[in-house]
């Protein structure tokens, strides 16, 4: 009678691997039905074998925002190098990209933005990825003052300024808290493009609220 095959830790890229199988089953069930143990049969390796890579649940929790955050940098310098002339055209593919994402992984902008995870810490991976998702947006940021697009805000404002706008809209669109709203690729680049011209040329006419509290 042939001995079953023994699970090992020998894995090519375990890491990656863990993260990878991760993600479905965070999305299926949720942070708290997020087991290492069952991650760990899903690849194929021992019980002990994932800890050799994350200490605990949250460390593996931590690298799945991480991921998330580097995928929101790789859409801004997709936008930003796709529109590198057109500096309007570039915030809003950013932004679009941005509402996208959230709304296709609610469950990974949750690790990321709601205080699931413990505040972040300087020099780890995930505060890493964060600054450098800020860091990126922000260029694309800069692209438009150099070309005289912005008002004489500090850039650091003006980042802060849209990214607060389309992470309200992605959290609304997440949350099917839009009557009526479609979250089909068309629909969401329609609104996105509208709430982005709202903040770009301000809410109000020329002149209008002058002295009106």
């Known amino acids: 009678m042939p001995v079953p095959e023994r699970k090992s830790y020998h894995h090519r890229d375990l890491r990656n691997a863990l993260i990878s199988a991760a993600i479905p089953v965070l999305k299926e069930k949720g942070v708290m039905g997020l087991g290492m143990r069952e991650l760990a049969?899903?690849?194929g390796v021992s019980h002990g074998a994932p800890y050799r890579h994350f200490s605990d649940k949250t460390a593996l929790l931590e690298a799945i925002a991480a991921q998330g955050y580097r995928q929101v940098?790789?859409?801004?310098n997709s936008a930003r190098e796709k529109?590198?002339?057109q500096p309007l055209q570039a915030l809003e593919e950013a932004g679009i990209g941005y509402l996208r994402f959230v709304v296709d992984n609610p469950e990974i902008a949750n690790l990321m933005f709601s205080g699931v995870l413990s505040p972040v810490r300087r020099g780890s991976e995930l505060?890493?990825?964060?600054a450098c998702a800020e860091r990126d947006l922000l260029l694309i940021i800069e692209l438009g003052k150099q070309a005289g697009l912005y008002a004489g805000f500090d850039n650091n404002d003006l980042t802060t300024a849209f990214l607060s706008m389309m992470?309200?809209?992605?959290m609304l669109l997440a949350g099917d808290l839009l009557p009526g709203q479609q979250r089909d690729e068309r629909s969401v680049r329609v609104l996105g493009r509208t709430v982005a011209a709202i903040l770009l040329n301000g809410m109000?006419?020329?002149?209008?609220g002058n002295g009106e509290r």
């Open 167 to 170: 992470h309200g809209l992605s």
């Open 41 to 43: 049969t899903l690849t």
């Open 127 to 130: 505060g890493e990825a964060a």
């Open 204 to 208: 109000l006419r020329r002149g209008a």
């Open 73 to 76: 940098s790789a859409l801004c």
């Open 83 to 85: 529109y590198r002339q």
